[in-house]
């Protein structure tokens, strides 16, 4: 009785690497027809998947940032004013840039990361961006004359001296968290 439960868990195994190798075959080929992995294509790909898919073992996760936060800052506001400026200095130690994709802390609805620049004119501005870049064996200035970040949404009045937890995301998932403290402007 053994015997049939072991050919037809072998079968089904068997089965389940036919389809992954089809869907293999299929995404090489529209590769080589030019679409890159991850992008829309024309004839969409669908493959069902009989088994379930492993978890990596934590020894396969990913690494620590290279990245340290200097001197972070939450700029103080009067009460009623929902958003703020945040700035510091980020190293990367790294042989290769961090790319910063987000911000997040306990204390706002969300956080944006932000860019500055002049016009033709010499006028000023700033713009939210996707992304910041920290290159490799460099630093980014975060300031209040440059690139920063915003927190937006302030849930409650902050604290001059006050010490608030934020957390960098990075493009490829990764995290850093940074403890900044609140001062006056």
Known sequence: MRQPTALALSLAAASVAFVLSVALAQNTAAAQQGHM???TMSTPLSVPIAAP?????TATRMAALPLTAQNATIVAV????TETSVFMTLRNAGSKPVILSGVTSSVAAHGM??????DAQGRTGMSETRTLTVPAGRSLSLSATGDHLMLMGLKRPLKVGERLPLTL?????R???VTAVVRKP
């Not at 898919?53 to 073992?57: C, G, L, Q, R």
Request: hydrophobic share 25%; proline share 19%; aromatic share 0%.
């Open 78 to 81: 009067p009460p009623g004013i």
């Open 53 to 57: 898919v492993a978890t990596p073992p």
């Open 175 to 177: 995290s850093l968290k």
């Open 113 to 118: 990361l932000m860019v500055t620049r002049r």
């Open 169 to 173: 995301r990075t493009s490829d998932g």
């Open 37 to 39: 992995p991850g992008h």
